[in-house]
């Protein structure tokens, strides 16, 4: 009978609390589970510094890494935010790997050619002499393998690499001098990087490294004798008419020159899956719209040079671009065959390269010729 008494009892109880619920007394109740629920889906927010290798808000590719870090902060509403740093205000231009690899900032942006003395096969993902054009590259980078190949590249040093960015084919360098044989490239101090600045030593001349800002200087006061940057848009806006006059074309050394956003790996692989597809969709969507920008931009800045500001404009002789041509080639094999990294991802490279070629003889190329004629 006692145990019949208890049943009633936690029956008359629960029924009693039922009666509150429906006369709303259960308010209390609610309040809580309502907190618990809020407390549950409360959303994680983070912090990211990225570090540039470029002057503070230099048109082109520094406010492409300013417009990158915008369109991630607000495709994600704020829960990741990126604040930029040009160079040196962080750490210096050309630190950005080390800084990103040892987490010092979560992103860089840059170009992959800065730390071949680090990684000499990261040289074939900024650009390659006689190599590939933006539109190429992104074709080997997005669907050719080239991108797993980069990421195998940076993965021992906790890095990500993703393409950010490609100002398209660029000039051939500006010359205190005017180009008119191999023989005037003897003794020539130009600043070049990357695979560009091995084929110069070939022909005779001195490749200098210099990040961006030191450029202008070290062209006016005569520390260098040429200098290459990017191309009519970037150049007109870094005053380069102002200390040599002479304006060469085409730029064989970098026919499509790959910025890179990178990412320490810790950091991406914390952020959940929705925000990892942002910082993706939006590093994509920056690498589209710099080629986009430096093709409408471009033109116009190259008519300023020459109508406004006197620039003489003169395309490579013949007998020097077949001279870097085949010393492009013999460069290209010493570095394959420096080290297994570099030969695998130059294998890789120069077969995407055939295969593209092939198709764009009867496609882009055989197009622009017909246009030309016309």
Avoid at 253 to 267: C, L, M, R, T, Y
Avoid at 317 to 326: F, I, N, S, Y
Wanted: charged share 20%; with cysteine; net charge negative.
């Amino acid at each position: 009978m006692s145990n019949l008494i208890k049943l009633s009892k936690f029956a008359f109880v629960g029924l009693f609390a039922v009666l509150l619920v429906a006369c709303g007394g259960s308010d209390k109740q609610e309040e809580q589970v309502t907190e618990k629920t809020n407390s549950e889906t409360k959303v994680q927010s983070f912090e990211w510094k990225m570090v540039t290798s470029w002057p503070k808000n230099f048109p082109g590719i520094g406010t492409s890494a300013e417009s990158l870090a915008k369109n991630i902060t607000e495709m994600s509403g704020g829960r990741l935010t990126v604040k930029v740093y040009a160079a040196g205000e962080l750490v210096p231009p050309l630190e950005v790997f080390d800084a990103v690899s040892r987490g010092t900032a979560e992103m860089g942006h840059s170009a992959s050619y800065y730390w071949k003395g680090k990684v000499p096969a990261a040289q074939f993902f900024t650009t390659v002499p006689f190599g590939l054009t933006a539109q190429e590259f992104n074709a080997w980078v997005y669907h050719g393998g080239g991108l797993e190949l980069w990421e195998e590249l940076y993965a021992p040093f906790n890095v990500i690499p993703m393409p950010a960015g490609n100002p398209g084919a660029q000039m051939g360098g500006w010359f205190n001098k005017e180009i008119n044989s191999l023989a005037d490239f003897q003794g020539l101090k130009m600043r070049m990087p990357g695979l560009g600045g091995e084929v110069l030593k070939k022909i005779g001349a001195t490749p200098i490294n210099l990040p961006g800002g030191e450029i202008f200087t070290s062209l006016q006061t005569g520390a260098i004798d040429a200098t290459e940057w990017v191309g009519p848009y970037n150049d007109l806006a870094f005053g380069l008419y102002k200390a040599a006059k002479y304006y060469y074309y085409p730029g064989w050394h970098e026919p499509g020159s790959a910025v890179e956003a990178i990412f320490n790996k810790d950091a991406f692989e914390a952020l959940p899956a929705d925000l990892q597809a942002i910082v993706r969709i939006a590093t994509q969507q920056a690498n589209l719209d710099m080629l986009s920008e430096f093709t409408a931009r471009n033109n116009a800045a190259l008519q300023t040079l020459v109508n406004d500001h006197g620039v003489i404009l003169k395309p490579f002789p013949e007998d020097l671009l077949e001279a870097l041509k085949q010393a492009s080639q013999e460069t290209l094999e010493e570095v394959a065959a420096s080290d297994a990294d570099s030969q695998k991802v130059y294998d890789a490279f120069k077969a995407f390269r055939s295969s593209v070629s092939d198709w764009h003889d009867v496609s882009e190329r055989a197009f622009i010729n017909g246009r030309a004629n016309d």
